[in-house]
Nanobody
Framework: QVQLVESGGGLVQAGGSLRLSCAAS????????MGWFRQAPGKEREFVAT????????YYADSVKGRFTISRDNAKGTVYLKMNVLKPEDTAVYYC?????????????????WGQGTQVTVSS
């Protein structure tokens, strides 16, 4: 069992930055691929970014590529999402997720554990 707790969300103006954190507890964090997803009101949950267990491989949704960076610190059991040049359309609840595999991918059904989410609101 893995417990995930996100933090770092908030209200920011367009063009600003935020860094989300997701702290994991339970089984060995370094054996899990990690991902970030988001869900805006009235929309389905969508993939944002993923990172493999070692941190050597990352992948991003086209909508955030070049603006967001996913990283992890296995010693601290934490995955991060640095978000720059935020846009109003980035407004959503952001969730981190853990997949019991080398690489999680973009499909949310590949992920086994989910956090409770943190709200990010970008004002225009």
């Amino acid at each position: 069992q893995v417990q995930l707790v996100e933090s770092g969300g908030g209200l920011v103006q367009a063009g600003g930055s935020l860094r989300l954190s997701c702290a994991a507890s339970g089984r060995t964090f370094s054996s899990y691929a990690m991902g970030w997803f988001r869900q805006a009101p009235g929309k389905e949950r969508e993939f944002v970014a993923t990172i493999n267990w070692s941190g050597s491989t990352t992948y991003y949704a086209d909508s955030v590529k070049g603006r967001f960076t996913i990283s992890r610190d296995n010693a601290k059991g934490t995955v991060y999402l640095k978000m720059n040049v935020l846009k109003p359309e980035d407004t959503a609840v952001y969730y981190c997720a853990a997949a019991n595999s080398y690489y999680g991918g973009i499909d949310p059904y590949r992920y086994d554990y989910w956090g409770q989410g943190t709200q990010v609101t970008v004002s225009s």
